[in-house]
């Protein structure tokens, strides 16, 4: 079964700085998606940045991007010039490429944002 | 604005009663889904519903009973909940099921009394 594991369960980050959000996950399969969803305190989950398994080009959407190591099955999250906008809850997901209705998300990690 | 709307977005109800969630997408999409969000848990999906059909069921207790009438729309019918079911239920909606990104409403906060 896969598994996702957020290892951080708080990170602060003052107000223009860069923090990293740090994701792993455990697959036997070779061909996946990896997401970041942001859960802000309106509860709504927003994708944030989505990574194909088999494009090795690390995906970058404004100022977040990741860094996507597969052999190691790590999935970062970075956040340039931090915006008090991007306090939430970060749950990073999995999902198999074939048949793949399942997200398996991990436990979150909350973001605080220093002005 | 994800196009995805659920109601009510709270509710307190007793371990008797009977009520129904509610969840909307106005994004075209074929594939709609619940989850459940306890506190301190991951998000746990319950059910898919593909094209009216439903396609998983993640052993959800009887108690919670799916109902998708059409493909824009997705209830949850609850009843004899316990207090263990209060959580943030999540719907959400993708192109398909297989589809790599779904898009999620706002939530509902039930409190099972």
């Known amino acids: 079964a896969q598994t996702v594991t957020q290892s951080q369960p708080e990170m602060s980050v003052q107000e223009a700085e860069t923090v990293t959000l740090s994701c792993t996950y455990d697959?036997?399969?070779?061909?996946?998606?990896l997401f970041w969803y942001k859960q802000p305190p309106s509860r709504q989950m927003i994708l944030v940045i989505r990574q194909e398994a088999y494009k090795q080009q690390n995906a970058t959407e404004n100022r977040f991007s990741v860094n996507f190591q597969k052999a190691a099955k790590s999935f970062s999250l970075k956040i340039s010039d931090s915006q008090l906008g991007d306090a939430a809850m970060y749950f990073c997901a999995y999902r198999r490429r074939e048949y793949g209705n399942k997200l398996v998300f991990g436990a979150g990690t909350i973001l605080r944002v220093k002005s | 604005e994800t196009g995805v709307t659920q109601t009510p977005r709270h509710l307190v109800m007793g371990m008797t009663n009977k009520k129904s969630l509610k969840c909307e997408q106005h994004l075209g999409h074929n594939a709609m889904y619940w989850y459940k969000q306890s506190a301190k848990k991951p998000l746990e999906l319950m059910f898919v519903?593909?094209?009216?059909?439903?396609?998983e069921n993640n052993s959800v207790p009887s108690r919670f009973s799916p109902e998708c009438p059409n493909s824009s729309h997705l209830f949850l019918h609850l009843h004899t909940l316990q207090p263990e079911d209060s959580a943030l239920y999540l719907c959400a909606s993708s192109p398909g099921p297989g589809a790599d990104t779904q898009y999620f409403g706002p939530g509902t906060r039930l409190t099972v009394l």
């Open positions: 697959t036997s399969e070779s061909d996946y998606y």
């Open positions: 519903y593909s094209l009216e059909e439903r396609v």
